[in-house]
C-alpha cells in the first residue's frame, strides 16, 4: 500500500522561500503521476502543481507559475515542490497525491483528477 508523507512546511516571510517534500514508502513512486493540492482556509482545495511518471511532464496553477518548481528523484521516491517568491495568498495546507496521471481538470479552483493516495498535509503559513 502506498503511503504519502509531506515534510518542509513551516512560518516564512512574504518573498522568502521554502521546499516541500512528497516522501513515499510501500510502493515504488515511480509507477506514479504526483500533484500538490492546497486548500487554504475557509477555501475549496485546489491544485497546485503535477509531475508525470518520468518528469517530463509538468503542469502549474497560473498563480504560481514562474514561481514554484516541481521535481521528482524516483531513486529517492520523492517528490519536491520548491517554492520562491512566496506571497501570503500562498498560505494553506499542502498536500501531495498520487495517480495515474496528471489529468487536467480546468475547474475552477483547478483540480488534478485520479488522484488516488493522499499524504495528510504539511501547513505553510507566509506572514511578516
Known amino acids: 500500500q502506498l503511503q504519502l508523507v509531506e515534510s518542509g512546511g513551516g512560518l516564512v516571510q512574504p518573498g522568502g522561500s521554502l521546499r516541500l517534500s512528497c516522501a513515499a514508502s510501500?510502493?515504488?513512486?515511480?509507477?506514479?503521476?504526483i500533484g500538490w493540492f492546497r486548500q487554504a482556509p475557509g477555501k475549496e482545495r485546489e491544485g497546485v502543481s503535477c509531475?508525470?511518471?518520468?518528469?517530463?511532464?509538468?503542469h502549474y496553477l497560473d498563480s504560481v507559475k514562474g514561481r514554484f518548481t516541481i521535481s521528482r528523484d524516483n531513486t529517492k521516491n520523492t517528490v519536491y515542490l520548491q517554492m520562491n517568491r512566496l506571497k501570503t495568498e500562498d498560505t494553506a495546507v499542502y498536500y501531495c497525491?498520487?495517480?495515474?496521471?496528471?489529468?487536467?481538470?480546468?475547474?475552477?479552483?483547478?483540480?488534478?483528477?485520479?488522484?488516488?493516495?493522499w499524504g495528510k498535509g504539511t501547513l505553510v503559513t507566509v506572514s511578516s
Open positions: 509531475i508525470s511518471i518520468t518528469g517530463g511532464g509538468t
Open positions: 497525491a498520487a495517480g495515474a496521471l496528471c489529468a487536467v481538470e480546468t475547474t475552477a479552483p483547478l483540480n488534478y483528477y485520479g488522484m488516488d493516495h
Open positions: 510501500g510502493v515504488a513512486l515511480d509507477y506514479y503521476s
